[in-house]
């Protein structure tokens, strides 16, 4: 069974930084992209960031040149580096990965569980 673990969550001062982590365990036979989801409160869930698995990147235009995502592939774990954090960042961040597992010969959609990340003073 194929799943994915988000941490790397909590809460940070504005201006700081944090770190997510995504880890895709299970057995996986490829991945292709992964990327990260946010869902503010009151708001809908909205894209933040995807990556390729050539390394390919994507970004909202709100976290651009702020946010950074990367993942290695040896590890199946996308990470989303977030840096000059603002309190409208504040949000249930979600990963995603479209996964072929090795018991099917199709892609599949999976989300992880979500990490709370909060920006206050």
């Known amino acids: 069974q194929v799943q994915l673990v988000e941490s790397g969550g909590g809460l940070v001062q504005p201006g700081g930084s944090l770190r997510l982590s995504c880890a895709a365990s299970?057995?996986?036979?490829?991945?292709?992209?992964m990327g990260w989801y946010r869902h503010p409160p009151g708001k809908e869930r909205d894209l933040v960031a995807v990556?390729?698995?050539?390394?390919?990147?994507n970004y909202a235009d709100s976290v651009k040149g702020r946010f950074t995502i990367s993942r290695d592939n040896a590890k199946n774990t996308a990470y989303l580096q977030m840096n000059s954090l603002k309190p409208e960042d504040t949000a249930v961040y979600y990963c995603?990965?479209?996964?072929?597992?090795?018991?099917?010969?199709?892609?599949?959609?999976?989300w992880g569980q979500g990490t709370q990340v909060t920006v206050s003073s």
């Open positions: 990556i390729t698995s050539g390394g390919s990147t």
């Open positions: 299970g057995t996986i036979f490829s991945i292709n992209a």
């Open positions: 995603n990965a479209d996964i072929r597992p090795r018991s099917i010969s199709r892609l599949q959609h999976y």
